[in-house]
């Protein structure tokens, strides 16, 4: 497991809103530890290192800019992709299915997107591909942005202020959010899974 702390300490406010940033739009960075890390981010701030409301505009404006440029690069290159001939991973109709889910769930779907590791990483891209109306996109990545910084940022300061000797227990407890913050897009790789072997005629048993 990653060292959340020295990770930390070592990139400073600097290297957090870069890698925040990153993990918010940008394709190469869903495998990086956003959630854990403004969790730990919150703990070095009650130990005394870091402010944490500096750590939580810096992530606040780091997720939002990060979210914004996702959008724009889904908007700019996600049709020059798709209307290609149907591929491995690109076909025609995720398009459609991109634009309608966004139709249905917009806002709500972007807010909640922002506590799914990996998901939070490509739902700004589709909102582009999918051109959902700038405007909303932003309001609700506004929204969700200020919800994700400041709700697991608080969460770790809060803890790290009121439970004696929480540092013994701070790996694990990032596990546990590293595996809960996973779980929804496993659950969502297992269904579509399962939707297309029962497309296909295939037996799950």
């Known amino acids: ?42 703990f070095l701030a009650s130990q005394g290192y870091g402010n944490a409301a500096v750590i939580v505009a810096i992530c606040f404006a780091a997720a939002v800019a990060g979210d914004s440029f996702g959008y724009w690069f889904g908007k700019r290159a996600g049709p020059r992709i798709f209307i290609r001939e149907d591929g491995l991973f ?68 809060m803890l790290g202020s009121i439970i004696p000797g929480i540092d013994g227990y701070l790996l694990p407890i990032i596990a546990g959010i590293i595996i809960i913050s996973a779980i929804p897009s496993m659950i969502a790789v297992m269904r579509e899974w399962r939707k297309r072997r029962l497309a296909g005629g295939g037996s799950l048993s």
């Open 1 to 42: 497991m990653f060292d959340a702390v020295n990770i930390i300490k070592t990139v400073g406010y600097l290297g957090l809103f870069a890698i925040v940033f990153a993990e918010s739009g940008l394709f190469i960075g869903f495998f990086l530890p956003g959630d854990s890390l403004l969790f730990t981010a919150g």
């Open 90 to 157: 690109f076909k025609k109709a995720y398009v459609e299915r991109i634009r309608a889910f966004y139709s249905r769930h917009g806002g709500k779907a972007l807010i909640f997107a922002r506590f799914i590791a990996v998901i939070r990483t490509f739902a700004p891209i589709f909102a582009g591909v999918g051109n959902m109306p700038y405007s909303v996109f932003l309001s609700y990545n506004i929204v969700g942005g200020f919800l994700w910084a400041g709700g697991l940022v608080g969460l770790g300061f």
